[in-house]
């Protein structure tokens, strides 16, 4: 679907699955506020060629008047944008930066996860075969080494400010048993706060670099790679600082479309489904 007269001068590109995960890359106007003229293209697959074929039939003089487009990391994305609208400054979303982060605060915790499931195992058996019988330790809030690092997971999404009186209870052993995630977490709250208390380009610059060098001494893994991810496309992460720009209105878009699809118990006829959604929202 094309609909070129919805073009603006500020733009979202990002992919949302219809029916059995089945991928379509949507082009946003975010001057459509996700309601009737909203919708510029939505186009089955993420095939950066097959995504390039259509938006090009819109006219180059209109596709020359975006000023700015906020994306992925995806290199299909970055294609398109570069090749279909070569003014535009190309702003990689801050949520998709942070999320990298926190994924491997999580890659962390799995990780011990698993090795205490093992411990406690091996403790059983060990247990039975001296016919005692197994009693786990158990720390002050009642959880268990397992439990403590199952039941983490949603409070190393927050900031510390953020915690309710058991997770501010729950972090304070998970930080005590194992100091690494503490590290990981505050590298992590380290970067949301560059991006939500930064105000200019010139100093987000220095602060990232400083996080690099940060990252680098943590000697993490899983954080090292991040931060290669996070070098390759600086400048357009840099770009978020000139307008703050981010992809929300992608994501909250995304969102009305499965709130959408939930009213009417999935997806059977695609391509009436996309009808619709052209009447709605283009």
Request: charged share 30%; glycine share 0%.
């Given at each position: 679907m094309l609909f070129p007269d919805n073009i603006g001068a500020q733009l979202s590109i990002d992919e949302t699955s219809l029916s059995n995960g089945e991928l379509y890359t949507i082009l946003t106007n975010k001057a459509g506020k996700g309601k009737k003229g909203t919708i510029i293209a939505m186009i089955e697959g993420v095939s950066s060629n097959q995504i390039i074929d259509v938006i090009k039939r819109i006219p180059k003089k209109h596709r020359a008047t975006v000023k700015e487009i906020t994306l992925d990391m995806a290199g299909?994305?970055?294609?398109?944008?570069?090749?279909?609208?070569?003014?535009?400054?190309?702003?990689?979303?801050?949520?998709?930066?942070?999320?990298?982060?926190?994924?491997?605060?999580?890659?962390?915790?799995?990780?011990?996860?698993?090795?205490?499931?093992?411990?406690?195992?091996?403790a059983i058996e060990n247990a039975k075969s001296d016919k005692i019988k197994y009693i786990p330790k158990v720390f002050p809030n009642g959880d268990t080494r397992k439990?403590?690092?199952?039941?983490?997971?949603?409070?190393?999404?927050?900031?510390?400010?953020?915690?309710?009186?058991?997770?501010?209870?729950?972090?304070k052993i998970l930080f005590i048993e194992y100091p690494d995630i503490k590290e990981a977490y505050n590298l992590t709250h380290s970067l949301r706060m560059i991006f939500s208390h930064t105000k200019t380009k010139g100093i987000a610059y220095t602060k990232l670099a400083q996080w690099f060098n940060d990252i680098t001494e943590s000697g993490f893994k899983s954080f090292n790679t991040i931060s290669a991810t996070i070098y390759s496309h600086y400048p357009e992460i840099l770009n978020f600082f000139e307008n703050r720009s981010t992809n929300a209105s992608a994501e909250s878009f995304n969102a009305k479309i499965k709130a959408f699809r939930a009213t009417q118990r999935g997806v059977t006829d695609i391509s009436f489904f996309l009808f619709r959604l052209a009447k709605i929202y283009a």
């Open positions: 299909s994305m970055n294609k398109v944008v570069k090749s279909c609208f070569p003014n535009a400054t190309k702003v990689i979303d801050r949520f998709h930066v942070q999320k990298l982060a926190y994924d491997a605060v999580q890659e962390m915790r799995i990780t011990h996860r698993w090795d205490a499931i093992n411990e406690e195992t091996n439990q403590l690092l199952a039941r983490s997971r949603y409070l190393l999404f927050k900031s510390q400010e953020k915690w309710t009186e058991k997770q501010k209870s729950r972090a």
